[in-house]
């Protein structure tokens, strides 16, 4: 069912942000020239050379099923107007807004530092999120092919990972998957937020429109290549409803596992989102925070560990017995699941 999205005549062509809001960290506050005020502009896109030394990220979240990941990027041109690391660009001295989806540092270095971390004596084994922050096959992929010489790496050494995308460039790497999958180091998972590519086309205007990200399902289901699906995120009174229908094609496309996160609204997030709601979805704007609110005890954002990614209360409980339900509908549990360890499986075998 497609939603009927109002057009706005605010922001840039092709972007998700509709503004481009102050930094946190910053006591200047830079006001845009009208042109881009009404909608007239286009942001181009910059690149940067990010020198950073170290490749691989450490966390410590209880919730997360991983320690370690990897991301070639900082900034995503996928522009999701939901993403979670929309505040990490404010380290960096730019805004959380247009800024995160249009000023993109490139990590050149990732595959030499990989390397060198491989290489150590102290390594040891340890499963690898690719992605995790932002998108390690976002457009720009197409030209730096970092991800990609990271995988040559992956291979090389014979390291487990897991990849999470929502970009069908993922099917450019078809060969080192197929040959890591063959060793039973990778799964990918597809992140399908809608169906609806008009929904699509506004939420997440640079991400791959929802029928190719299935064709990806498929076209590395059909190599032998451990795939499954992401519902991520859930945006009570938007695309919940979405699920049931999202988890069958995916399944008919070959997908053997499937989880979800709820969105999360940290920082300048909440501001960006709401005002892309009242621009986008003006009628339904107080329904869909009040449902999302419904999940969060009242709240718009949570960050407590085992809270964050599903919600509590009444509503995020049935929310998680209607997902559990339909994924034994559509056959998820008696797939053959990933042979790795990772954090999808874990999310599967919570439904079983």
């Not at 005549?9 to 092709?14: A, H, P, V, Y």
């Not at 691989?56 to 999701?80: A, Q, V």
Request: proline residues 6%; charged residues 25%.
């Amino acid at each position: 069912m497609q939603q009927s999205v109002q057009k706005v005549e605010k922001g840039w062509k092709g972007r998700g942000a509709l503004s481009n809001p102050s930094n946190r960290f910053e006591s200047l506050k830079l006001e845009w020239e009208e042109e881009y005020q009404t909608g007239q502009g286009v942001r181009k896109t910059l690149f940067y050379e990010d020198p950073t030394s170290e490749i691989l990220s450490y966390n410590k979240s209880p919730d997360l099923g991983f320690e370690l990941s990897l991301n070639p990027y900082r900034g995503c041109e996928h522009g999701c107007i939901y993403c979670y690391a929309r505040p990490t660009h404010e380290y960096l001295g730019f805004s959380a807004g247009v800024d995160f989806e249009s000023r993109i540092l490139v990590k050149t270095k990732a595959p030499f530092l990989l390397e060198k971390v491989f290489r150590s004596p102290r390594w040891k084994s340890k499963l690898i999120l690719v992605s995790g922050v932002t998108d390690c096959y976002q457009p720009c992929e197409s030209h730096f092919k970092l991800t990609r010489q990271c995988l040559e790496i992956f291979l090389k050494y014979r390291q487990p990972l897991a990849l999470i995308t929502k970009n069908r460039l993922v099917c450019r790497d078809m060969d080192l998957l197929k040959e890591l999958a063959r060793h039973n180091l990778v799964n990918v998972s597809l992140s399908v937020t809608t169906l609806d590519p008009a929904l699509a086309s506004v939420l997440e205007p640079r991400a791959s429109k929802p029928q190719s990200r299935l064709e990806a399902i498929r076209a590395l289901s059909s190599e032998g290549i451990p795939v499954g699906v992401m519902f991520a995120p859930v945006i009570p009174g938007l695309n919940d409803f979405e699920m049931p229908s999202i988890l069958k094609a995916a399944s008919e496309a070959g997908a053997s596992f499937a989880g979800y996160s709820l969105l999360r609204l940290p920082w300048s997030v909440a501001d960006l989102f709401v005002e892309w709601l009242s621009a986008h979805f003006p009628g339904k704007k107080e329904k869909i925070l009040n449902r999302i609110r419904d999940f969060r005890e009242g709240k718009l954002s949570d960050s407590r560990f085992g809270t964050r990614m599903t919600g509590s209360g009444k509503a995020a409980a049935e929310f998680n017995q209607w997902f559990g339900c339909f994924l034994r509908k559509y056959g998820y549990g008696e797939k053959k699941k990933p042979g790795i360890n990772s954090p999808l499986n874990q999310q599967l075998e919570l439904f079983e």
